[in-house]
């Protein structure tokens, strides 16, 4: 199986920045795509970004704008996040999940997922 433990959320005022990360371990396939999503209440869960196990990214263009980086450190089992001039309509609970292969925009499509981290920005 595959573990995922998350950290890095809080409170930011507006403009300020966060990095999220999403820390791995298990062995159920060789090699993995990583993808953080995040879900306010009522709304339906987004898509934010994926990286695949050599490094291809994939982002939400039209929610990220730019702000956002997704990146891994695979000798550390990591997969960061970092979050950059936050708005309050970025606040949501942001959730890193885990697949085998191949990258995947859909959270229909992931295995592994973790707890969730709460992402609050302040008006």
């Known amino acids: 199986q595959v573990q995922l433990v998350e950290s890095g959320g809080g409170l930011v005022q507006a403009g300020g920045s966060l990095r999220l990360s999403c820390a791995y371990s298990?062995?159920?396939?060789?090699?993995?795509?990583a993808g953080w999503f995040r879900q306010a209440p009522g709304k339906e869960r987004e898509f934010v970004a994926t990286i695949s196990q050599a490094g291809r990214v994939v982002y939400s263009a039209d929610s990220v704008k730019g702000r956002f980086t997704i990146s891994r450190d695979n000798a550390k089992n990591t997969v960061n996040l970092q979050m950059n001039s936050l708005k309050p309509e970025d606040t949501a609970v942001y959730y890193c999940?885990?697949?085998?292969?191949?990258?995947?925009?859909?959270?229909?499509?992931?295995?592994?997922w973790g707890q969730g981290t709460q992402v609050t920005v302040s008006a």
């Open positions: 999940a885990v697949r085998p292969d191949l990258t995947s925009t859909k959270s229909s499509e992931y295995n592994y």
């Open positions: 298990g062995r159920t396939f060789s090699r993995y795509a």
